[in-house]
């Protein structure tokens, strides 16, 4: 069955350091969604990508969708401290709900 | 800022005691979810609906139930709350049934049983 992995589960990085989140998918996914979760928040849409290869950046932010639409990537250039929290990928498995991957928490040190 | 509402915001109650929390949402979305969310662990879908009198259960098993006699209303009930329920419940919703479009999440109800 269906199979996503999202990795690493945790990072902690200096502040101005980069930081990338990966989503892996076993089958071919028809779009991904990524969703940013504050501590003691809830989940916030950032992004969909829906075509293969596809690149999007959202000031420091920079999504993409493999060419396979097996796997994504949210990398952060020169973290802050605002980017703390958790990011998730949804992807759309084409079932009739959403799930999202496990998460990455993201830690920034000042 | 989405306009979907969660209450309560916070609630403790004793084992065995029936519970709802509700859920409501201003933007006339057909698709209401409800997810489960220990801290700092990952989301697990329990129920989703898309639209009036449609309910399907998630991913995790859960022993609740939902109902959907509204558009705007997705209330999740627990019949016999038990200390394994404690957790952050957070309701969604989101436009347009024929894919899978973007959440809006509510605030969440932390519920905890003693």
């Known amino acids: 069955g269906q199979q996503v992995m999202q990795i690493p589960q945790y990072q902690h990085v200096q502040e101005g350091e980069d930081f990338t989140t990966y989503c892996n998918s076993s089958?071919?996914?028809?779009?991904i969604q990524w969703y940013k979760q504050r501590p003691g928040g809830h989940p916030v849409f950032l992004i969909q990508l829906v075509k293969s290869g596809e690149v999007k950046k959202q000031k420091r932010l920079t999504f993409q969708f493999g060419e396979a639409k097996k796997n994504s990537s949210l990398h952060i250039t020169a973290t802050q401290t605002t980017d703390v929290g958790t990011y998730f990928c949804?992807?759309?498995?084409?079932?009739?709900?959403?799930?999202f991957g496990s998460g990455t928490r993201l830690q920034v040190q000042p | 800022e989405a306009d979907i509402y969660q209450t309560p915001r916070y609630l403790v109650i004793g084992t065995g005691k029936k519970i709802t929390l509700e859920c409501s949402q201003t933007m006339g979305h057909d698709k209401m979810y409800w997810y489960q969310q220990d801290p700092g662990m990952e989301l697990h879908l329990i129920h989703y609906?898309?639209?009036?009198?449609?309910?399907e259960k998630g991913d995790l098993s859960s022993e609740s139930t939902v109902s959907r006699i509204r558009t705007e209303h997705f209330p999740l009930t627990l019949e016999s709350a038990r200390p394994s329920h404690t957790s952050q419940y957070l309701c969604?919703?989101?436009?347009?049934?024929?894919?899978?479009?973007?959440?809006?999440f509510g605030n969440g109800t932390r519920l905890t049983v003693t």
């Open positions: 949804a992807p759309d498995t084409g079932r009739r709900a959403l799930t």
């Open positions: 609906s898309y639209g009036v009198n449609s309910t």
């Open positions: 089958t071919t996914l028809s779009n």
């Open positions: 969604a919703s989101s436009n347009r049934a024929d894919y899978n479009s973007p959440l809006h």
